[in-house]
Nanobody, 114 residues
Framework: VQLQASGGGLVQPGGSLRLSCAASGTIFSTKTMTWYRQVPGKERDVVAAITSGGNTMYADSVKGRVTISRDNAKNTLYLQMNSLKPEDTAVYYC?????????WGQGTQVTVSS
C-alpha cells in the first residue's frame, strides 16, 4: 500500500485548504481512512477518519471546520479544512490500517500564519 498526500501550504488565518491522499492498490474502498497531524515534539494525533461506508469522526479541535471525504473510484481521500487557525499548523498524514499494520503517507505541511 502506498499513500501520497498533497495539498498543504501556507494560508492565512481564516483561510481554507483541501488536502488529498492518493492510495495505491485495490483495498482502499474497503478500509477506514484516517488523517493525522503532528507538530514537532508532540505525538501524532487523529484529525478525522472515515469508514468504508462513509461514517465519519472528527477530533473536537476541528469539528465544524473540517470535512473528511473519499472517492473510492479514484482511490483518493480528502480533507477540506476551513476557518483555519494558527494552531492547525502541522504536518498532516493520511493513514490506512491493513492486516494489523498501519501505513502512512509522506505527510504534507500546513502552515497557518499571517
Amino acid at each position: 500500500v502506498q499513500l501520497q498526500a498533497s495539498g498543504g501550504g501556507l494560508v492565512q488565518p481564516g483561510g481554507s485548504l483541501r488536502l488529498s491522499c492518493a492510495a495505491s492498490g485495490t483495498i482502499f474502498s474497503t478500509k477506514t481512512m484516517t488523517w493525522y497531524r503532528q507538530v514537532p515534539g508532540k505525538e501524532r494525533d487523529v484529525v478525522a477518519a472515515i469508514t468504508s461506508g462513509g461514517n465519519t469522526m472528527y477530533a473536537d479541535s476541528v469539528k465544524g471546520r473540517v470535512t473528511i471525504s473519499r472517492d473510492n473510484a479514484k482511490n483518493t481521500l480528502y480533507l477540506q479544512m476551513n476557518s483555519l487557525k494558527p494552531e492547525d499548523t502541522a504536518v498532516y498524514y493520511c493513514s490506512i490500517l491493513v492486516g494489523g499494520y498501519r501505513y502512512w503517507g509522506q505527510g504534507t505541511q500546513v502552515t497557518v500564519s499571517s
